[in-house]
């Protein structure tokens, strides 16, 4: 059974750039969800992709927006680019409806704002 | 009030003893509980879930639940110096599919 994976392992920009996060989702999941983890702090929910629509959105501005193919996999984008939004961009996916909050995450994307 | 709140520790157990974690969550509706384990550097691993008030073991494992107290808990018995991490708890509203993590306590077991 393949987990889930993400691309890019790091990636660093520049304030104001724009970046886009990758991730596919383990075999038999349906529901992606996104989450920031800063450093020494717990992971914060950005947003949940279930059937290709936003399923749920935490406290995280416009320009946090994100896409859910019909393969399931997804991607997370961000615009203009601030030096608060370096951190660890985890995603998690989970099985089939009813079991959306058992979530397993990806390994991760470091991303670095200069 | 935070949604979910952990001792951040550090906590440090001599090897072979029991690491006794805990958790409060503040939304007293809600209804799935989880522990994941996160090693420096890596992303989080998730070991326990609980739905129902009371004990459920897994190995050396045990997550406890009361949700009278809204209070969620992670023994690990036997410690091994694998086990230094940080522990992260989340919580599930109801209704919701989103969690809520606590900033986590880390784990040092000492040889």
């Known amino acids: 059974e393949t987990g889930v994976t993400q691309s890019p392992t790091h990636l660093i920009k520049t304030r104001g750039q724009q970046v886009t996060l990758r991730c596919s989702s383990q075999s038999g999941h349906n529901t992606v969800s996104w989450y920031q983890q800063a450093l020494g702090q717990g992971p914060q929910f950005i947003f949940q992709y279930y059937r290709e629509e936003e399923n749920g959105r935490g406290n995280f501005p416009p320009r946090f927006s994100g896409l859910q193919f019909p393969n399931y996999s997804s991607e997370l984008n961000v615009n203009a680019l601030e030096l608060d939004d370096s951190a660890l961009y985890l995603c998690?996916?989970?099985?089939?409806?009813?079991?959306?909050?058992?979530?397993?995450f990806g390994p991760g994307t470091r991303l670095t704002v200069l | 009030q935070k949604e979910v709140e952990q001792n951040s520790g550090p906590l440090s157990v001599p090897e072979g003893a029991i690491a006794s974690l805990n958790c409060t969550y503040s939304?007293?509706?809600?209804?799935?509980f989880f522990w994941y384990r996160q090693y420096s550097g890596k992303s989080p691993e998730l070991i326990m879930f609980i739905y129902s008030n009371g004990d459920k073991e897994d190995g050396r494992f045990t997550a406890q639940l009361n949700k009278a107290s809204q209070y969620v808990s992670l023994l690990i018995r036997d410690s091994q110096p694998s086990d230094s991490a940080t522990y992260l708890c989340?919580?599930?509203?109801?209704?919701?599919?989103?969690?809520?993590f606590g900033a986590g306590t880390t784990v040092t077991v000492r040889a």
């Open positions: 998690a996916s989970s099985p089939m409806q009813g079991q959306g909050d058992l979530q397993f």
């Open positions: 989340a919580v599930s509203p109801p209704n919701d599919y989103k969690l809520s």
């Open positions: 939304d007293r509706g809600s209804q799935s």
